[in-house]
């Protein structure tokens, strides 16, 4: 736990240890700073559903007590975690993290009614999990009934936040070229443009020779775009820059010294 900056990470399966050693820590800081931001991070492949309810719970007190939750995930937020991560009132994922959704597992043994008492209150907490699914987010009861029946449904990032699971999504990779790839684009369109450019020149040169007159308008027009085309580059250039590759690189591909960012 980050204790300065109110930041719990709950890194193993919800079992009654984890749940109560991080309850235990809410509620210092909540003593600390009864109005302080909190901030939960699951890496957790889930565990017991009774178990985490009661974290939920605690998780809607003190939101009621005037806390900010921030709950978030990295890796995953599997079963029971990823109900957890829709405790906090803004919830974010990490890139490369993966929430999972699937129906409640039990295991029953006895004489039939205790079977079948089971199997009912097994059916109740599924509506309960559905219910905190439908109201956080975009989902649909039928579309979870759908997508989590006898398997386990696993959502990305990207889609998660699509379907309003989480507010953000963190940790975003930049894609960055290789040098050498980049210097191949970069010639590449330039050497089209050069190509372009004495085209158009002499396709003018020959229409003004045969009607023996000055260069039309669309001929400025077709220069114009090309000049837009490089105008284009230049904003590629810039993006690919901001994506600190080297200037030099991009100035050897344009002939072109380019100020090193600050």
């Given at each position: 736990a980050d204790e300065e900056n109110f930041l719990y990470r709950f890194g193993s399966e919800v079992n009654s240890s984890s749940v109560s050693g991080c309850m235990k820590r809410l509620t210092e800081w909540h003593r600390l700073n009864p109005k302080c931001d909190i901030e939960i991070i699951f890496s957790s492949p889930g565990g017991s559903i009774i178990d985490g309810f009661e974290l939920f719970d605690f998780i809607q007190h003190l939101r009621n007590?005037?806390?900010?939750?921030?709950?978030?995930?990295?890796?995953?937020?599997?079963?029971?975690?990823?109900?957890?991560?829709?405790?906090?009132?803004?919830?974010?994922?990490?890139?490369?993290?993966?929430?999972?959704?699937?129906?409640?597992?039990?295991?029953?043994?006895g004489k039939t009614f205790d079977v079948e008492d089971e199997l009912l209150f097994v059916k109740?907490?599924?509506?309960?999990?559905?219910?905190?699914?439908?109201?956080?987010?975009?989902?649909?009861?039928?579309?979870?009934?759908?997508?989590?029946?006898?398997?386990?449904?696993?959502?990305?990032?990207?889609?998660?936040?699509?379907?309003?699971?989480?507010?953000?999504?963190?940790?975003?990779?930049?894609?960055?070229?290789?040098?050498?790839?980049?210097e191949r684009l970069?010639?590449?369109?330039?050497?089209?443009?050069?190509?372009?450019?004495?085209r158009v020149d002499?396709?003018?040169?020959?229409?003004?020779?045969?009607?023996?007159e000055a260069?039309?308008?669309?001929?400025?027009?077709?220069?114009?775009?090309?000049?837009?085309?490089?105008?284009?580059?230049?904003?590629l250039l810039l993006v690919l820059h901001d994506g600190h590759l080297p200037a030099a690189v991009l100035g050897d591909a344009i002939g072109v010294e380019l100020e090193p960012q600050s």
């Open positions: 007590q005037g806390h900010h939750i921030t709950t978030g995930t990295l890796g995953m937020a599997a079963s029971m975690a990823g109900i957890l991560l829709q405790a906090g009132d803004t919830r974010w994922i990490g890139q490369q993290a993966w929430l999972m959704i699937h129906r409640a597992a039990f295991g029953a043994y109740r907490i599924e509506e309960r999990i559905i219910d905190i699914f439908t109201t956080r987010s975009d989902l649909t009861k039928q579309k979870i009934k759908r997508n989590w029946d006898r398997k386990d449904w696993w959502i990305s990032a990207d889609q998660a936040l699509d379907l309003q699971l989480v507010d953000e999504v963190r940790a975003v990779a930049r894609l960055l070229l290789g040098h050498a790839r980049v970069v010639r590449d369109l330039l050497a089209e443009l050069e190509e372009r450019l004495p002499r396709d003018a040169g020959r229409r003004r020779g045969l009607r023996g260069a039309p308008h669309d001929d400025g027009l077709q220069l114009g775009q090309l000049v837009a085309d490089r105008e284009e580059l230049v904003e």
